[in-house]
């Protein structure tokens, strides 16, 4: 069972990929919602854990948040626009009206994560408070997570330190 110490969450969708989390089954706390305006229905954070290619169209149907609300991505990837990368989490924050938006980035295989096996992540943040809520939130014995202020972990280096010719 995964363990879950929120007091209640709610998912808008709870398909489990066979692949992925095989055995794996929820605490009574999370509730499966086919309403995804319902779903976020006075929440206080979100976890975004989707194909970016549907946040264009998740997005306009997230409303009735609390007020401050805050997110996190768990999207991989990148997206370009106007010959350009452009951040997950910057699509985020843009669709959903400025929200602040942290990232969580690490090399973990979710089906790791699933299984309890210990795991490693990163919190990359703009607001160190925020940054903190979220590591609190996925931080347990199996699961470290880290903070960083740094939203932008999927850019590579402009500016790398020249290498070393021996």
């Known amino acids: 069972m995964v363990p879950c110490r929120w007091v209640g969450v709610r998912t808008a969708h709870a398909v489990r990929r066979p692949s992925v989390a095989q055995g794996v089954k929820f605490t009574d706390n999370v509730v499966a919602d086919p309403d ?40 991989k990837g990148i997206e370009f626009e106007n010959g350009g990368p452009v951040l997950i989490s910057n699509l985020i924050k843009e669709n959903m009206n400025g929200m602040d938006v942290s990232v969580l980035m690490g090399a973990n295989v979710a089906n790791e994560v699933a299984q309890d096996e210990f795991c490693e992540s990163t919190v990359g943040y703009k607001n ?20 960083i202020n740094d939203v932008a972990g999927a850019y590579p280096n402009p500016n790398p330190p020249p290498l070393n010719q021996t």
């Open 36 to 75: 995804l305006s319902h779903a976020v229905q006075g929440a206080t954070l979100l976890i975004f854990v989707l194909p970016h290619q549907f946040l264009g169209r998740i997005c306009p149907q997230m409303t009735g948040m609390a007020k401050g609300c805050r997110a996190v991505s768990l999207i």
């Open 128 to 147: 160190k408070a925020n940054g903190e809520v979220f590591q609190k939130l996925f931080d347990c014995p199996s699961f470290r997570i880290g903070t």
